[in-house]
């Protein structure tokens, strides 16, 4: 299990995390929904060992790695909102780029670069640039780069976010594959609505804080009197 306990960040005088506390269980696919600023990009980024906490735990099995960014990175793996990709390489290039970078050559590169194409459905894109492929394609790309460590957490910074609903299709199938084989998902967005079609469970983030943790289903319960935070559903 992930469990974050009372994680504190802070740029100078902003306060972006408050004391945040967050489970995710492996299988589990948690929707991480607030509003601009609530805190969700900077919970991501020290979670994907970017940027370092002031204070607070970051357990993985039991182990605080909070302050072990490379460790974090061992164990969870990030896709940005942003797809910044060696546009010049070919797609099966840039996979062996990202094996090499973590410590995998040669042939053992090239096949698991082609395992983990495959289970992103890109294996047929592989003679292609990179930069040749589509907004979703390049995401999946983001998915299969993430994967080379072969993370027990996967967290991805608002992916549904201005992706057509055949995309969102594509990449529900492949988070809820990774899932089934015990991956623990986090997703931010703004927007419950993006969410509902991936998640299992949701956590509300606002001003820093987890305000509710739940199934959909309870947390749409216990909004509804509240005043909205996010879109409904
Ligand atoms: P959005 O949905 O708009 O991306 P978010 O929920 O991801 O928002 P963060 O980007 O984590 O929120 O920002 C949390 C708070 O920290 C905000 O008040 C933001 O202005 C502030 N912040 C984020 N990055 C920086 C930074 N590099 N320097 C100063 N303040 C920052």
Redesign the pocket.
């Known amino acids: 299990m992930l469990e974050i306990r009372d994680l504190r960040k802070d ?2 005088k ?1 306060c ?1 995390l408050d004391g945040l506390n967050l489970t995710l269980q492996p299988g589990e696919i948690l929707g991480l929904v ?1 509003p ?7 919970l991501l980024k020290i979670l994907a060992g970017l940027l370092r906490s002031e204070s607070g735990k970051i357990l993985i099995e039991g182990k605080d790695m909070a302050r072990t960014p490379s460790k974090l990175r061992e164990h969870i793996g990030y896709v940005p909102d942003f797809f910044g990709v060696y546009d010049n390489l070919r797609v099966e290039e840039y996979m062996e780029f990202y094996c090499n970078a973590n410590g995998i050559y040669g042939l053992l590169a090239r096949q698991k670069g082609q395992e983990l194409l495959e289970r992103v459905d890109l294996l047929e894109k592989k003679e292609q640039p990179v930069d040749s492929l589509s907004r979703g394609m390049k995401q999946r790309l983001c998915v299969a780069r993430a994967l080379v460590s072969e993370p027990a957490y996967l967290v991805l910074d608002e992916p549904a976010s201005g992706m057509d609903p055949s995309i969102r299709a594509e990449l529900k199938e492949i988070l809820q594959g990774l899932s089934e084989q015990g991956t623990g998902v986090l997703i931010s967005s ?1 927007m419950l609505t993006d969410l509902s079609q991936y998640s299992t469970s949701v956590g509300l983030i606002r001003k820093g804080r987890i305000i509710l943790q739940g199934s959909l289903e309870e947390v749409i319960l216990r909004m509804s009197g509240d005043r909205p935070i996010v879109m409904t559903v």
């Not at 601009?36 to 900077?42: H, P, V, W």
């Open positions: 740029y100078g902003i972006a607030g601009n600023g609530a805190g969700k990009t900077t703004h």
